[in-house]
């Protein structure tokens, strides 16, 4: 399973490419409309976690009802970890703001400022804390496990090694993009069907 934090530079590395729009498993990010910070936590999230556009219901419209609905459902995390999700709702307007923690002082973001970030044009980019500003943070979040824990490594192990002796697993970039308890599952059930002779 990848983070959240691999989604986001995935996205920014399109964009600084060239790319207007970039697909990770069920999501379609638009990579260059400024000013939808919390669509852009969520698909990150949604895309690490093998789920379809809207398919989690831990996201508004704005950055200020994602941290509400966070906030209700007990998402907070004292020290974030790479893959969380940094809410800046101090002195951020209606709307507030929200990024990916990538670590190392960096969050990922989409936003209308031009004058921070890489790139610097408004829209997806990666950005220092520090530019942003530090005492605007309001929260640090963790919408789901970042260490898929429906699966023993050694069950997905066993499958996968099967399904590649099968021929059945293509995967032309080398990274997954289905949420490794989906994978297991179908895997299983191919498995079961192959040695019951179906």
């Not at 669509?39 to 999230?45: L, P, S």
């Not at 941290?67 to 998402?75: F, H, N, P, R, T």
């Not at 995390?77 to 703001?97: E, F, M, Q, W, Y």
């Not at 610097?120 to 929260?139: D, E, F, N, Y």
Request: net charge positive; hydrophobic share 40%.
């Amino acid at each position: 399973m990848a983070s959240p934090a691999d989604v986001a530079e995935k996205a920014v590395a399109a964009r600084k490419a060239g790319k207007h729009v970039l697909s990770v498993g069920y999501v379609t990010f638009d990579l260059e409309t400024p000013g939808m910070c919390s669509r852009f936590a969520r698909q990150c999230t949604e895309g690490a976690h093998g789920l379809h556009d809207f398919e989690s219901r831990l996201f508004g419209a704005t950055a200020i009802q994602t941290e509400a609905i966070l906030k209700a459902a007990g998402k907070a995390v004292a020290t974030p970890v790479r893959g969380d999700l940094v809410c800046l709702n101090r002195s951020s307007g209606k709307n507030g703001h929200i990024a990916v923690w990538l670590g190392g002082g960096l969050v990922a973001e989409n936003t209308i400022s031009g004058s921070r970030g890489d790139p610097r044009a408004p829209g997806t980019k990666i950005t220092p804390l520090s530019a942003i500003g530090a005492q605007r943070v309001t929260g640090y979040y963790r919408p789901f496990s970042l260490v898929d824990e429906s699966v023993p490594a050694d069950e997905f192990t066993a499958d996968l090694a099967w399904a590649n002796a099968q021929g059945i697993v293509h995967d032309t970039d080398g990274q997954s993009e289905v949420r490794l308890s989906r994978l297991c599952a179908i895997l299983n059930r191919l498995y079961a069907k192959i040695t019951s002779g179906v």
